[in-house]
């Protein structure tokens, strides 16, 4: 479609007006992301774990997580991914939004000292240890269709299914569910900018580790990626372990990786402060 020569005007200032921002967020990197964790270190102290479970492949958990504690997710055979829901436990209307976790830090890499922010500019969740860096926060969680499709007729369970079920446990509907993020899902944007399954990314015994910035509703649905290749459907258990953790210091690795960090903790420090 021919543009006239005021909307030409226009989109060249907004495209000039992102290129600037982009070169900003990307230019001042803060500090270097730190190494991923090696598999089997980052041991927890036991005095410090709350509660421990095992989701098995196909079923979710809901759970309450307090500021300043973690949650470790293990993913103990390798073959599994776990979608991830959350809400402001003070006000639901606030939850995770993934596309701003990508925007706000110009990355769609999901890893070890990145953030997850709300909708409303805040930090919620910080990835303070992870093995893999393979995360999708770009495809969500799976859907009967997409089960169907992959797997064929059966008594499969799927991400959106999981997390009505879930959000109802903990006082919400299914008009609270909005996109997830999906933890153990290698996908990665390849030629012709189509979306690729990475094969052998994950490995038994990986595990990432996330820190409540504040109060939240969290929502796991172990259930396979939309483009996961493995056939038969076979997801494996994944262990969801819940403990206290330091709170985040000045000089943190997640809060200093870049300005948009530091300002979106600054955000999370305001709001807790009213």
Known sequence: ????PDAR?????????????KAAGTGDVGHALPEPTVRGGASLDPEAIVSSKTVPGGWYTCLRLRRGEGLRLVNTTGAS???????????TSERLNHADSVKIQWSVTLRKGRVLFSDMGRVILSIVEDTSGAHDALLGGSTAASTLAAFGPGPFRNARDNAVQGALKLGLSKRDIGPCVTLFAPVHVGENERFVWREGVRKPGDFVDLRAEIDLLVLLSNTP???????????????????RMPAAAIDDPCRTASAEARRGFENTAAALAV
């Open 81 to 91: 991914a776990v979608s991830l829901f959350a809400w402001n436990a003070a006000d």
């Open 9 to 21: 005007a226009a989109m060249d200032a907004h495209r000039s007006r992102y290129e600037a921002l």
């Open 1 to 4: 479609m021919d543009l006239s």
């Open 225 to 243: 990626h939309p483009l996961d290749t493995a056939r038969p459907y076979a997801p494996g258990p994944v262990d969801v372990v819940r403990f």
